[in-house]
């Protein structure tokens, strides 16, 4: 049965997951909180829908100031469409004068990977932020590529069973993203139900 065997392998998939870093992403993000910076989240495909719904829950739960370029559909696609593909989340970032005292929250299910040209948007991301000293941290499945290559706190979402990596690493993203919301450490502001 495959929702059996789907709903078993995520509970050994969460089984699996090193809480010190989520835990460490939790420091990262009281100390961003302290520093009076800003949180950017970057995803494309179903990570895009995450980075909007985990934007929301950053900031009215939080009270942390926190932006997601596929947010704005015209901006997004007039930016494709006039500086391309690859750039897109780049320019947006430089535009929003991302600095040292922001972070940079991936969400992806390879992370990037710029010998296979995946996720190109997301690499030049990552090494812009790097070259300011912008924390990067991130939520990514399969080994976790560019992200957790040049990441500081980065969750790899174990794969079990390799036909289901795209749907437990986004799902995953969103379970950790919403214990990350609801932790002590940052939650300032109660959920109504």
């Known amino acids: 049965m495959h929702c059996k065997n789907f709903y078993e392998e995520t509970a050994k998939i969460a089984k699996m997951l090193d809480f010190s870093i989520v835990e460490r992403m939790v420091d990262e993000l009281v100390s961003l909180k302290k520093r009076d ?16 719904h985990a934007v929301n829950d950053f900031r009215k739960l939080c009270g942390i100031e926190t932006y997601a370029p596929t947010d704005n559909v015209s901006e997004l696609t007039a930016r494709t469409n006039d500086e391309g593909w690859t750039n897109v989340f780049l320019n947006w970032l430089k535009t929003s004068k991302l600095s ?38 991130g939520v990514v499945g399969r080994d976790g590529g560019h992200t957790k290559k040049f990441g500081s706190h ?30 002590p450490k940052l939650q300032v502001n109660p959920t109504t139900w």
């Open 37 to 52: 910076g800003r949180l950017f989240i970057l995803g494309v495909g179903g990570s895009a829908g995450n980075a909007g």
């Open 100 to 137: 040292k005292n922001d972070t940079l929250l991936i969400f992806s299910v390879g992370g990037g990977d710029a010998e296979k040209n995946i996720s190109v948007n997301l690499i030049n991301s990552i090494d812009y932020a790097c070259s300011l000293n912008c924390c990067v941290i």
């Open 154 to 183: 980065v969750v790899v979402i174990p794969t079990i069973d390799p036909v289901h990596v795209t749907p437990q690493s986004e799902s995953f993203q969103a379970i950790i993203w919403h214990s990350i919301v609801s932790h």
